[in-house]
Structure formats: structure tokens, C-alpha cells
């Protein structure tokens, strides 16, 4: 039986409605899945000491069953609404999604039903600072925080990260100003790796103005990683608490331009990464040395190697370019290197533009033979 008889026509208004269904079922489900079974099984698998690897398989397990559900309901849900000769069924069909759609922007909306308690650490240092990174407080966290002597919340939160920013962080002004605490609102967008006024503006506040601090973004995930990884770097004297986990590239299969590839423990290769990718997986200290392949003679790959350069000054991560030109470079000047790369502080993250490239199979299977004669 062909897809026609079975579901509808193809066309561009199916095609259409297919899509948005498609988005509407997938982020009702995906909101379901998060608060729900995602969460319990983060807490199951560490009732279990589960390893990270396993942790994320199951949850990569859980998200594809998510794309599959959504795309199945939402075909039904759109042979259901063209076959139909009922207006007030295809009203129905259509504002059904929609309103479950609203309900789900509503959770996200209130940070309090998406997170998880979480208790507020204490300790004093030396030099009077005190950062705790986490995720958007409620006003019963903000008078927890007013009672605990926090000086001041920083909030990373952007104009710009609609629907729900905008509304938290007018919220957050309204109950700092009822609790009586000051917020300090330095805005970092999440897509976006360089947020140069905000990291400085972070630096100078870890340096010269000591105080007990909260700072967040909404869910406490990259944004505070980041603010973290510049806070350390500014002031080592000043006490660091986290309520979250960063992201690890261990067990990661690929970013977005290739794939990740595992030379030997606590060395990696893979492709240049994405600006959400260094925030995510790079920038927020995972890494001790950076080694970049790129030809800086190729003006294009002159750009990438300068903003490297910018973000990894800036965190304070070494970074070290070795140009790799198949065909010029010289096999005993490789092997050198990458004697020298074997003796760097780990652990190591090594990259070409992409990892099924020359340069990249190049220095692959001499780091290989590197390992096997070592």
C-alpha cells in the first residue's frame, strides 16, 4: 500500500502540517521526558553507581524512542486532521497539540517544576570570596541565600533567550528587590562562546570585589561552566562550590563536524569545534592542553587559529598550533611532536578541521605507532 492511501497526499500544505504537528508532539514529549523518566533515571544510575557511558546510553536510548513516538503521533495526527470533513474535529485536532504546547512553554517558564531541590554549600576563603554556581532561584531560594549572608546574585540570563528569559529575569529583579539582595545581571548568551564584556566583566567582579556570591544561568548547565572556568583562572584564592556537573566528552561519539575520536586515555581527537561544543565540552576546564593542526598559511584556517587563540588566553588553557601539511610535513618532525604531546599535562584534546581529513588520518596513525612502540 502506498504512503498516500495509507496517510495522506504528499504536498507542501501535508508536508507543512506534518512539521508543525511534528514539533508540537516532540516538545510536549520532550518536556514529559525530561521532568520524568530522564530525571529518574539519573537518580537510578546513581542509587546504582552506574558509569557516566551507561548513564547516557540509556538516556540516547530514551530520546531516539522520543523522535520515533513524536513522528508516529504526529502522522497520525495529521492523516486524522486532512482526511477529516468535520471542522470541529480538525479544531479540535489542531488546538489540542497547541494547548498541550502551551503548557509545556508555561513548565519552562517556572524553573521550580523542571528542577530539582538542591542544598546551598558553605565555606570560607581565604580572601573573603565565595562563588556557588547553580541553577534560576525561586524567591524561597533568593531569601535562603539573603539569610546565608550571600553579598549578591549574578545572573547570566540574556534578553535575547525568548520566550523564557526575559520573563525569569524580570521576576528575579521583582524578588531580589523584595527579599533585599542586590542582583548583578551580566548576561552571557548560550550559543554564542566569546561573551567578551561579560567573561570580563566576571574577572574583574572574582578580583577586586570580594564577596559571597550565587550565580546562575537558567538550568545551570554550560553558561555557569563557563563562568566558573574564568572565575578559577581570575582568583585561585576564592572558594568554588557547584551544584551541577559539567558535560564530558568521554564516551561522546562525534560533534558536529566529525567524529570523536579516543587515541588513548585522556587524549582526544576531533574536528574544530562548534561555538557550542567549546562552551559545552572545552572552555569550562575539562581540558588542560589544546593542540590545533590547522595551517595557519591557510587564511581560512588563519581565523579559527586566532579565535582559539582569543578564547584559550582568556581561560587560560595551553594552546599549541602544529600545521600539518600531508605531503610537506616531515614524518620524523611528526613523530617529535607527538612525543612532546604525549608528555603535556592530560588531558589532551588534539583537532584538525574535520577527522576523516588527510591531516587528520595523518597524525592518527602516526600517534597510533607513537603509542605501539611507547
Given at each position: 500500500?502506498?504512503?498516500?492511501?495509507?496517510?495522506?497526499?504528499?504536498?507542501?500544505?501535508?508536508?507543512?502540517?506534518?512539521?508543525?504537528?511534528?514539533?508540537?508532539?516532540?516538545?510536549?514529549?520532550?518536556?514529559?521526558?525530561?521532568?520524568?523518566?530522564?530525571?529518574?533515571?539519573?537518580?537510578?544510575?546513581?542509587?546504582?553507581?552506574?558509569?557516566?557511558?551507561?548513564?547516557?546510553?540509556?538516556?540516547?536510548?530514551?530520546?531516539?524512542?522520543?523522535?520515533?513516538?513524536?513522528?508516529?503521533?504526529?502522522?497520525?495526527?495529521?492523516?486524522?486532521?486532512?482526511?477529516?470533513?468535520?471542522?470541529?474535529?480538525?479544531?479540535?485536532?489542531?488546538?489540542?497539540?497547541?494547548?498541550?504546547?502551551?503548557?509545556?512553554?508555561?513548565?519552562?517558564?517556572?524553573?521550580?517544576?523542571?528542577?530539582?531541590?538542591?542544598?546551598?554549600?558553605?565555606?570560607?576563603?581565604?580572601?573573603?570570596?565565595?562563588?556557588?554556581?547553580?541553577?534560576?532561584?525561586?524567591?524561597?531560594?533568593?531569601?535562603?541565600?539573603?539569610?546565608?549572608?550571600?553579598?549578591?546574585?549574578?545572573?547570566?540570563?540574556?534578553?535575547?533567550?525568548?520566550?523564557?528569559?526575559?520573563?525569569?529575569i524580570k521576576e528575579e529583579k521583582e524578588s531580589c528587590k523584595n527579599v533585599g539582595i542586590e542582583i548583578i545581571n551580566i548576561p552571557m548568551l548560550p550559543w554564542i562562546s566569546e561573551n567578551k564584556e561579560a567573561l570580563n566583566r566576571l574577572k574583574d567582579l572574582a578580583l577586586h570585589k570580594p564577596?559571597?556570591?550565587?550565580?546562575?544561568?537558567?538550568?545551570?548547565?554550560?553558561?555557569?561552566?563557563?563562568?566558573?572556568?574564568?572565575?578559577?583562572?581570575?582568583?585561585?584564592?576564592?572558594?568554588?562550590?557547584?551544584?551541577?556537573?559539567?558535560?564530558?566528552?568521554?564516551?561522546?561519539?562525534?560533534?558536529?563536524?566529525?567524529?570523536?575520536?579516543?587515541?588513548?586515555?585522556?587524549?582526544?581527537?576531533?574536528?574544530?569545534?562548534?561555538?557550542?561544543?567549546?562552551?559545552?565540552?572545552?572552555?569550562?576546564?575539562?581540558?588542560?592542553?589544546?593542540?590545533?593542526?590547522?595551517?595557519?598559511?591557510?587564511?581560512?584556517?588563519?581565523?579559527?587559529?586566532?579565535?582559539?587563540?582569543?578564547?584559550?588566553?582568556?581561560?587560560?588553557?595551553?594552546?599549541?598550533?602544529?600545521?600539518?601539511?600531508?605531503?610537506?610535513?616531515?614524518?620524523?618532525?611528526?613523530?617529535?611532536?607527538?612525543?612532546?604531546?604525549?608528555?603535556?599535562?592530560?588531558?589532551?584534546?588534539?583537532?584538525?578541521?574535520?577527522?576523516?581529513?588527510?591531516?587528520?588520518?595523518?597524525?592518527?596513525?602516526?600517534?597510533?605507532?607513537?603509542?605501539?612502540?611507547?
Amino acid at each position: 500500500m502506498s504512503f498516500s492511501k495509507k496517510y495522506f497526499s504528499l504536498s507542501f500544505k501535508s508536508l507543512l502540517l506534518l512539521l508543525l504537528f511534528w514539533l508540537m508532539s516532540g516538545y510536549v514529549l520532550g518536556t514529559a521526558l525530561l521532568i520524568g523518566p530522564v530525571r529518574w533515571i539519573a537518580d537510578y544510575s546513581k542509587m546504582q553507581s552506574w558509569p557516566q557511558s551507561t548513564e547516557d546510553i540509556v538516556v540516547k536510548i530514551v530520546m531516539v524512542i522520543l523522535v520515533i513516538l513524536s513522528f508516529i503521533i504526529s502522522l497520525f495526527i495529521t492523516r486524522s486532521f486532512l482526511r477529516s470533513d468535520n471542522i470541529f474535529k480538525r479544531i479540535i485536532l489542531f488546538i489540542l497539540p497547541l494547548i498541550l504546547s502551551a503548557g509545556a512553554v508555561w513548565l519552562w517558564m517556572n524553573p521550580s517544576l523542571m528542577q530539582k531541590e538542591s542544598n546551598i554549600s558553605e565555606t570560607i576563603a581565604k580572601n573573603g570570596s565565595e562563588f556557588v554556581f547553580g541553577s534560576f532561584p525561586e524567591e524561597a531560594k533568593i531569601r535562603l541565600l539573603k539569610e546565608k549572608n550571600f553579598t549578591a546574585i549574578i545572573s547570566l540570563m540574556h534578553e535575547a533567550v525568548v520566550p523564557f528569559e526575559p520573563k525569569l529575569i524580570k521576576e528575579e529583579k521583582e524578588s531580589c528587590k523584595n527579599v533585599g539582595i542586590e542582583i548583578i545581571n551580566i548576561p552571557m548568551l548560550p550559543w554564542i562562546s566569546e561573551n567578551k564584556e561579560a567573561l570580563n566583566r566576571l574577572k574583574d567582579l572574582a578580583l577586586h570585589k570580594p564577596g559571597k556570591y550565587y550565580v546562575h544561568c537558567y538550568l545551570g548547565k554550560d553558561r555557569v561552566n563557563i563562568a566558573k572556568r574564568v572565575i578559577e583562572t581570575s582568583n585561585q584564592t576564592a572558594a568554588i562550590n557547584s551544584e551541577l556537573k559539567t558535560r564530558s566528552i568521554e564516551d561522546l561519539e562525534e560533534f558536529e563536524r566529525g567524529a570523536v575520536i579516543k587515541l588513548e586515555k585522556d587524549v582526544y581527537f576531533t574536528p574544530f569545534p562548534t561555538d557550542d561544543e567549546f562552551m559545552g565540552y572545552i572552555l569550562n576546564g575539562s581540558f588542560k592542553n589544546v593542540v590545533s593542526l590547522l595551517d595557519p598559511k591557510n587564511p581560512e584556517d588563519l581565523i579559527l587559529i586566532e579565535k582559539e587563540k582569543n578564547f584559550f588566553e582568556t581561560f587560560k588553557i595551553p594552546f599549541e598550533n602544529y600545521p600539518l601539511r600531508p605531503g610537506k610535513t616531515n614524518k620524523r618532525e611528526l613523530e617529535n611532536e607527538i612525543k612532546k604531546i604525549m608528555k603535556t599535562d592530560r588531558p589532551i584534546l588534539i583537532h584538525a578541521f574535520k577527522t576523516n581529513s588527510p591531516q587528520s588520518e595523518m597524525f592518527i596513525s602516526a600517534y597510533n605507532s607513537s603509542k605501539t612502540r611507547n
